[in-house]
Structures are given as C-alpha cells and as structure tokens.
C-alpha cells in the first residue's frame, strides 16, 4: 500500500534464546538493504543498536529477547539508522586511494622509493623517502605523530590559559575508537590521527578535554565550559562525529 513502510525482514535462528553465554549469535537482518549484524549478550539488559566507524550496523540483544521487541527496536530506530549509515559511507566515500591528509586538507601521496630524508610537505603533495627495507606506514605515522604533539601542546596551552588551568603534559595514542581523554591527574591523551582533522576540530578536542579537568561527565556545566570558549562547539563536534570517523580507521 502507497505510503506504508515494510517492516523489518528479519531472519531469528530459534535456538537464540538457550546459546551459551559464550557464543556470539550472528543473524543477518535487512532494512532497506543495509545488513544487520546482530549478536546475542548475557551482559545486556536491552537491546543496543550501533553504527561502527566503517558503517556497519551492529544490533546487540539481551538472551532471551523476543521476535517482537526485536522489530519494534528496528522500526523505532530506522531512520536513524539509515542516517548513520550514509553519513558513514558518505565520509568513506571522500577518502582516495593515492592521498594522504593533513589538518583536513587531501595530499597527493609520493613515495621515493630507495631514497632517503625526511618526510615532507611540498605543495600539493607529502613526500615519502623510503629507503630499502622500512615500512612506508611506519614512517608517515612518525610524521604524523610528530606534527601532531607540536600543534596539541601549542593548543592545549593556549586554551588552558584561557580557562585558567594548568594541565599536565601531553601524550598521543593510536586508538581507533577515541579521540582523546582527560585523566584526574590533569594528564592528556590525544589520538595522534587527529592532525587529519581541520584546526577547528582539533581545537573542540583539546578543549573538550580541558573541560573535563572542570567538570566530570557531559552534563549541562561541562557544554557550558566548552560553549565559553567555543561558541561554534556544535559544529565542530558534529564534523567529527560524521567526517571524521573514517580517520580513526584510515591507513595509507
């Protein structure tokens, strides 16, 4: 009938219900040709939806949930699952093969192969001396990892004077799930990748976590912290949230 919805497809394995706490389910579900993967967790109370990184749909159920649940999960949450997944696929979608990234901008990506030197930036492209033998990997996350603790001390000490903190020191991880973390110590953590993202993403990241050597949590006080120095925080975390995530996983 014109203007109806179809409701989920949905294929359930009977036996669901008695797996061992152990084993993961693994039940293809469609909507609108997306894949669903689903797993089956003792751990859960209800069920949790979630699009990963790569835009795969990932529907996690408590043990013994039912048909019915399961469909009126997905039909409540339809649109914003096919919203996730085509932001997702939209930001895959801007990353080349042949280029690399820097602060938000595309590089076309030259390996020399054989020769040796630093890595650089020369225009339009980032130049990669490799001698025999080393991983061309290795050497641009060297490069990257360097560019990425100058600018996100120079930032975090600039914001930390504005708000009147005095943080720790700074160091950088290689996470693919996370872009930073404040410790109670006033230690700060950064996901090197973030020197893939424009400056302005950069800067809501380390005064994110800033705020939360104010504030625990992300309650009403913390976003007032960020907003006072970010006004513009929304935007900025919204980019993040939809382009970046590709760079969390991104390998030249």
């Given at each position: 009938m014109a203007g109806t919805e179809a409701r989920p497809t949905i294929t359930w394995l009977p036996s669901c219900g008695g797996l061992d706490p152990s084993v993961q389910l693994l039940i293809m579900v469609d909507i609108n040709d997306l894949n669903i993967e689903y797993r089956v967790s003792p751990r859960r109370k209800s069920i949790g939806i979630m699009v990963t990184t790569e835009g795969k749909v990932v529907v996690t159920l408590p043990r013994g949930a039912s048909r019915?649940?399961?469909?009126?999960?997905?039909?409540?949450?339809?649109?914003?699952?096919?919203?996730?997944?085509?932001?997702?696929?939209?930001?895959?979608?801007?990353?080349?093969?042949?280029?690399?990234?820097?602060?938000g901008e595309a590089f076309r990506l030259t390996v020399l192969k054989g020769a040796t030197g630093a890595?650089?930036?020369?225009?339009?492209?980032?130049?990669?001396?490799?001698?025999?033998?080393?991983d061309l990997w290795s050497r641009l996350v060297?490069?990257?990892?360097?560019?990425?603790?100058?600018?996100?001390?120079?930032?975090v000490a600039h914001f930390a004077?504005?708000?009147?903190?005095?943080?720790?020191?700074?160091?950088?991880?290689?996470?693919?799930?996370?872009?930073?973390?404040?410790?109670?110590d006033g230690k700060l953590r950064f996901n090197w990748r973030l020197i893939l993202c424009p400056p302005a993403v950069i800067d809501y990241v380390v005064v994110h976590e800033l705020a939360h050597l104010k504030v625990t949590g992300h309650n009403p006080r913390f976003w007032g912290q960020v907003a006072a120095i970010l006004p513009d925080y929304a935007a900025r975390r919204r980019w993040l949230n939809r382009e970046g995530a590709p760079f969390l996983l991104w390998r030249a």
């Open positions: 019915e649940s399961l469909a009126q999960a997905l039909e409540r949450h339809r649109a914003w699952i096919e919203r996730r997944v085509s932001e997702r696929q939209a930001a895959w979608g801007q990353l080349k093969a042949g280029e690399a990234y820097l602060l890595v650089s930036l020369n225009g339009p492209e980032i130049r990669v001396p490799l001698p025999a033998g080393v060297a490069w990257y990892a360097q560019r990425a603790l100058t600018r996100l001390q120079a930032r004077a504005s708000m009147g903190l005095s943080p720790g020191p700074v160091e950088l991880k290689g996470w693919k799930r996370r872009w930073g973390e404040c410790h109670p």
